[in-house]
């Protein structure tokens, strides 16, 4: 009864409603000046591929590329690679030096993508020759661009919303009748379990309008979807370093896109849960967001400043921030931050924060029991 009532203060919120609408607006707007110059080149090879016509003179040169890339890219960027001796350039060129215990746990997982780059070798996943992302770089427009921007909007919609739904009594000025008694306080674990919810909602409805637009815009989207996000054909440019996308598992565009999308969700639900231990701190809406906001930037400084000096400083790429900013490398590794390149790292980050946030709710909830309602 607590939560549907719960439920329904969000879903009755109109602000609820206009943030999602404004949020999926500004990614259908993203999506379209991004492919705008895009499209007629993607049309213009997926003809080519289907048909082995030569387009007009515009997109000659993209199908040129095309037909060098698929002739070169096995050999450019799988025959000769070794990701060992990348991540070992890379960390003497930009990485500071880890300590003992947190450089084995790198080697360790380097090691595995190692082993998993000798199975895209043999298996033929690297030969998937059909998506030109070479030329296009939609993994960088679809994760780097539309992925990274709905993670900063749905944890701004979780935070407000789980803000406004803790301090509803508060703003109503029913608060010291409803906490009046033991039964009355526990409300605020159906205002916990509503706002996740909500948020869960808002995410779901943001992600499928803006991934849909995205598939609808792109040419022969289908054929985007079934390559290999390891294919040879699919690599991109990675910091200024060019080189496939080692997935941990085989994986295509799909997979991964699906994947994405439900650890987006699981991210925006975060939000909602740290926002909701927060509010037992302030007695403010706004103080709450703020709140969030600012724990969610102390842990990206932290990260930024202590990367990974010592076993502690590496603990601290486990957060929630640093893994939203990592999208693009979801799944896979990166030799530039080896310490958010773990199998399961996204989702690791996600839920661990989770459960901390729910352990937190315990002594918190105590203290709530006690006090006083003015």
């Not at 080519?48 to 000659?60: A, H, K, L, W």
């Not at 919609?157 to 406004?164: D, G, H, L, P």
């Not at 637009?213 to 991109?236: G, H, N, Y």
Request: aromatic share 16%; proline share 3%.
């Amino acid at each position: 009864m607590f939560f549907r009532n719960e439920i329904r203060k969000v879903l009755r919120f109109p602000l609820f409603w206009v943030m999602i609408a404004f949020c999926a607006g500004l990614n259908i707007f993203v999506i379209a000046d991004g492919m705008s110059f895009e499209r007629i080149g993607i049309q213009a090879v997926n003809e080519y591929v289907r048909t082995g016509n030569v387009p007009s003179y515009d997109e000659y040169n993209v199908c040129v590329n095309y037909d060098e890339v698929k002739e070169s890219a096995y050999d450019q960027y799988y025959k000769d690679f070794d990701i060992m001796a990348l991540k070992a350039d890379i960390e003497k060129m930009f990485v500071t030096p880890h300590s003992a215990a947190a450089q084995k746990i790198i080697d360790r997982n380097y090691q595995k993508a190692a082993a998993r780059v000798d199975e895209i070798r043999q298996d033929g996943e690297a030969y998937d020759c059909y998506y030109p992302g070479v030329t296009f770089s939609l993994h960088e427009m679809l994760y780097d661009n539309l992925f990274l921007l709905m993670l900063f909007e749905l944890a701004l919609i979780a935070c407000f919303m789980t803000a406004y739904l803790m301090k509803y009594e508060e703003f109503y000025d029913t608060h010291q009748t409803v906490y009046a008694t033991k039964i009355g306080r526990a409300i605020v674990f159906s205002k916990a379990a509503a706002s996740a919810v909500a948020s869960a909602l808002a995410a779901v409805i943001v992600i499928t309008m803006s991934v849909t637009c995205f598939l609808i815009v792109l040419p022969q989207s289908w054929s985007f979807l079934q390559t290999s996000v390891s294919a040879a054909m699919a690599t991109e440019r990675r910091g200024m370093v060019q080189y496939p996308f080692i997935t941990w598992e085989r994986m295509s565009q799909l997979h991964y896109l699906l994947r994405a999308c439900a650890v987006t969700v699981g991210y925006t639900v975060t939000a909602s849960l740290v926002t909701f231990v927060l509010s037992f701190v302030s007695k403010n809406a706004y103080i709450d967001a703020v709140l969030t906001a600012m724990l969610y930037f102390a842990l990206y400084v932290a990260a930024a400043v202590l990367s990974g000096n010592n076993l502690f400083g590496f603990v601290w790429q486990f957060t929630p921030t640093f893994g939203m900013l990592n999208v693009p490398n979801w799944f896979m590794e990166y030799v530039f931050t080896p310490y958010a390149s773990y199998p399961g790292y996204a989702e690791g980050v996600c839920v661990g924060w989770q459960l901390l946030a729910v352990a937190a709710t315990v002594p918190l909830w105590r203290y709530f029991k006690r006090i006083g309602i003015s």
